[in-house]
């Protein structure tokens, strides 16, 4: 029984999602996505964990495909809005994934795949409002594949079972307060845990509305943040800080009518990357609210929060959430006890993935050998709350919350005609938190950078293509040969 679903019929007549001004109710919910899990069985009794993948806007449509897949025993595979052909077709070779549910707007996209012989396209508004027997569902099974780049260069799917997702909801939904009165504004991707955990998922398991704006603008979130329906919002920092510069360039009763309505919030939530104490600070004074400051990762949910009741403290990430057990470990995977001393970010609990899709080695890889998660964050306790001080890997970036890897888009680079060698970092940021820069060895010097930003996006998403460029004779190397990262960091922040 997916607890997540059976709640549902507790809150029948109530608002589960907006979106497109449209209200659809828990019973709208529950009716589509068993429309959805029959066409998707087609006769039979159960799809076993067949990969059913699906590229559709944020939206009630989105709720009742993620839930249909469900109901029909599938594994849901969200792919992302923004990404080009390769980065799907990747997804749809790595997870082989039997079906692709497409709304209006992305058959163009998607055309050269039609013809695939292994999958099945179909277009949601195929989808008829079948009815039938559905079957049951153990929480054991798998529920969830979400795509994430780690320190080797492609991406990597994380399996996440019906209880995994289950003990993540409820850490939130008991430490923050949830309840049915809620209503949350969604702004941000629905391929990552962010989006579908923390807000979609935590509304629908309290009964509460979440409502969706597809494409996110600052105008636009102000103008429903102050329609005094929503009471919840949670972004990454990069959207705090493009809120707090668009609130700058209103005038003075323009400002005082969005503190005002902001002020009313039950919650406001950061995470994804490191929240800027002078972004917590100047929305403090834009809303009057601390944000509560989160730390979580695609493979465990959350994991540590600041205080929903008590003092928030800046620059810090909280303690654990109930049901996680933490602990900061050394290099040789032994327990920190000292306080005040860091170390990695280990995680134990019933919130933590099961796998990485089709990869044993790298399953095994990513737990210690009496099985804590090794998040490769480190951090201190530091006055009874962590703090993280950084990653132990140069190869991850973290850009307006998107985790991106150095390594994915160096290989891409390297198979550009002109390109002979690269290195990729990420450049601190305010706005960004990092972005990307690339170090690029030519092989002739006519390289235009517009026509590779162009090449670039056919290929990879534009949240992972570099915003700044520089041309070098060779890669700064140490004596073993070995590029040295940091010196490319350096020649971007200090031209050094
Ligand atoms: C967009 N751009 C980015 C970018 N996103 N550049 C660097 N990093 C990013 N993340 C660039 C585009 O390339 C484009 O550049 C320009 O910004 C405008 O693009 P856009 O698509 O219109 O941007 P916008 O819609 O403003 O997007 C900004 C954003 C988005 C902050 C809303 O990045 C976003 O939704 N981020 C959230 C990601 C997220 O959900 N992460 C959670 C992961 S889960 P150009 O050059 O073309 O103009 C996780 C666990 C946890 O981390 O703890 O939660
Ligand atoms: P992802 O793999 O996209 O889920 O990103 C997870 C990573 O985001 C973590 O490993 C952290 O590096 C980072 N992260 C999430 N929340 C925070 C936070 N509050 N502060 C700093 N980093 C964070």
Known sequence: MIQLIERASSFIGR??????????????????????????????????????????????????????????????????????????????????????IFSEGFEDLLSPLFNSNEIL?????????????????????????????????????????????????????????????????????????????????????SGACCEFLPKFSQKAVFDLLCKDEVNVFMAVPTIYFKLISYYNTLTGPEQELISMH???????????????????????????HTLLERYGMTEIGMAISNPYNGQRKPGHIGLALPGVEIRLADENNETITEIGLPG????????????????????RDAFTLDGWFQTGDIAVLDEGSYKILGRNSVDIIKSGGYKISALEIEEVLRTHPKIKDCGVVGIPNIEWGEIIGASLILETNDLDIEELKDWMSEKLPSYKTPKKYIIQD???????????????????????
């Open 474 to 496: 060779d890669l700064p190397r140490n004596v073993m040969g070995k590029v040295t990262k940091k010196d490319i960091k350096d020649l971007f922040t200090n031209g050094q």
């Open 344 to 363: 990695e970010i280990q995680i134990k609990g019933a919130n933590v993935f099961k796998e990485y899709w089709n990869k044993p080695i790298e399953t």
């Open 262 to 288: 902001l002020n009313k919030f039950r919650l406001m939530v950061s995470g994804s990357a490191a929240l800027p104490v002078s972004v917590l600070e100047q929305w403090k004074e834009i809303s009057d």
């Open 15 to 100: 608002t589960a999602v907006k979106s497109n001004n449209q209200n659809y109710t828990y019973n709208q919910l529950l009716e589509r996505s068993e429309n959805v899990a029959i066409n998707l069985l087609n006769g039979k009794k159960d799809l076993n964990g067949a990969r059913i993948a699906f590229l559709v806007p944020a939206s009630f449509q989105y709720a009742s495909i993620q839930w249909g897949i469900w109901r029909a025993g599938g594994i849901a595979v969200p792919l992302c809005e923004k990404h080009p052909l390769p980065s799907i077709e990747y997804i749809l070779e790595d997870t082989k994934a039997s079906t692709v």
């Open 121 to 205: 396209f179909i277009p949601s508004t195929e989808i008829g409002n079948k009815k039938g027997d559905l079957p049951n569902i153990d929480m054991e099974r798998n529920a969830l594949i979400l795509y994430t780049s780690g320190t080797t260069g492609a991406p990597k799917g994380v399996v996440t079972t019906h209880k995994n997702i289950e003990s993540q909801i409820t850490a939130l939904t008991t430490s923050w307060e949830w309840n049915k009165n809620d209503h949350v504004l969604n702004v941000l991707p629905l391929h990552h845990v962010h989006g579908i955990i923390n807000m979609l998922s935590c509304a629908l398991w």
